[in-house]
Every structure is written in C-alpha cells, then in structure tokens.
C-alpha cells in the first residue's frame, strides 16, 4: 500500500528556533500533500495544501510566514515552523495524495509531536 | 459551512459488544464521507468511505451508510475484538470537481474494547 513517512515524529526545541518537518510518499507520486495540526482531544485541522512545484494555498487563519511549506518534488514536502513558541507546540499530521480529483485518497504520516520549551 | 460532528468518547466496551459511533455532518451539495482509524502509535488509515446518498461503505466487518435525510454517517461493528481499540475519525470531502480533496474532520472518537 501508498506508504508516507514523516519525520522527525518528537522534536523539543527552544522558543526562538525554527523546526523543520519532512513528509515523503514512498512508494508513490504525490501530486498534493496536505499538512495538519491537531490539538490535544480535538480534529485535525488542515493548514494547507501544497502541490508539487507552486506556492501552497493556506487555510484561513494560518500565518503562511510562520509556517512555510515546500513542496519541490513529487515524494518530499517540508514544513518549517520559523521562530517557533510555546503555543506552536502541537501535533503536526502530514497526508498525500497522488491526484487532485476528490476520489483519491489521502495517505497519512504517523504526526510529528513538537513541543516548544 | 462544512462540518463535521461525532460522538465524543471514549466509548468502552466488551469484545463482541455491537459498535455505533455516530457521525452527523453539515455541507452543502453531496460531499463525500469517510471514517478513518487511527491505531495507537500509528497514523491515520482510510477504513471506508461513500461518495453518493444511500451508498454503503464497508470494511473489516465496519460499515457506515450516507444518510442524506439524516445528514449522517453512523460507523457500525456488530462484534468488535480488542483489536479493534483505536480513534476513529468521521470526515468529508466537499463536492466540488476538479482541485484538491480537502478533508474537514470530526474531533475522533476513542474506542477501548477489553476481553
């Protein structure tokens, strides 16, 4: 089956810092990969989508200078979280899809756990 | 706007209990809907979905009908095994022809079976 790994899946780092989050399709094209928070007890919330080679679409609310997300080929996508703080500790759930129609499922990575001391 | 709503957990039950999550959503057009299960440890997988009113989904002995009249996607299980123990998240993707497919989730749903 489509296979989409995500690392790193637990990073502490210092307020300040800037973390990276690499999300890449195995075994598989990913035309569109998708990023997502999810907070304690609570949905994943979509932050944006990111097709290979163009600039991301961000979701209403989500500060696209503070994350930013490369989608440069077609198995890697990257989500950097700049000058991280504490209220940007959260789960980090990255999915991908191998096609734009809305029959194509979405794969998922296991999450990354950031927590910002 | 789009939206989804399921029951809040944990729901607890014995092995071979019978299973109902309910899931009720709020879109307009015909989204399509999808339950995904998520195994401790482990990411989110696709478990069934429907695409049109009155389909059925089904999966692993799981099964959700699209209720268009009802705005609902129940998951049911009529015996579940330990190993069914997971979170369960209802979504759906709204209608719309060519561009990404968007998923807009419930909050999930814990589920614990014990022997």
């Known amino acids: 089956g489509a296979v989409v790994s995500q690392h790193p899946s637990w990073v502490i780092c210092k307020s300040g810092t800037s973390v990276k989050i690499e999300c890449r399709s195995l075994?598989?094209?990913?035309?569109?990969m998708f990023w997502y928070r999810q907070f304690p007890k609570q949905s994943l919330m979509l932050m944006a989508t990111?097709?290979?080679?163009?600039?991301?679409?961000?979701e209403q609310g989500v500060e696209k200078d503070k994350f930013l997300i490369n989608h440069a080929s077609l198995t890697l996508s990257t989500l950097t979280v700049t000058s991280a703080h504490p209220e940007d500790s959260s789960f980090y759930i990255c999915?991908?899809?191998?096609?734009?129609?809305?029959?194509?499922?979405?794969?998922f990575g296991d999450g990354t756990r950031l927590s910002i001391l | 706007g789009n939206s989804v709503t399921q029951m809040e957990g944990p729901v607890t039950l014995s092995e071979e209990a019978f299973l109902t999550i309910n899931c009720t959503y709020t879109?307009?057009?015909?989204?399509?809907l999808f339950w995904y299960v998520q195994y401790p440890g482990e990411g989110l997988q696709l478990l069934l979905k429907?695409?049109?009113?009155?389909d059925k989904g089904s999966n692993k002995g799981f099964e959700a009908t699209y209720r268009k009249e009802t705005t609902s996607f129940h998951l049911e299980k009529g015996s579940v095994q330990v190993s069914d123990s997971a979170v369960y998240f209802c979504?759906?993707?709204?209608?719309?022809?060519?561009?990404?497919?968007?998923?807009?989730f419930g909050a999930g749903t814990r589920l614990a079976v014990h022997p």
């Open positions: 990111s097709n290979e080679g163009s600039k991301a679409t961000y």
């Open positions: 979504a759906l993707s709204p209608p719309r022809g060519r561009g990404y497919n968007k998923l807009i």
């Open positions: 999915s991908a899809s191998s096609g734009e129609d809305s029959n194509q499922p979405q794969h």
């Open positions: 879109a307009t057009g015909y989204p399509s």
């Open positions: 429907a695409t049109k009113a009155d």
């Open positions: 075994d598989f094209q990913a035309t569109t």
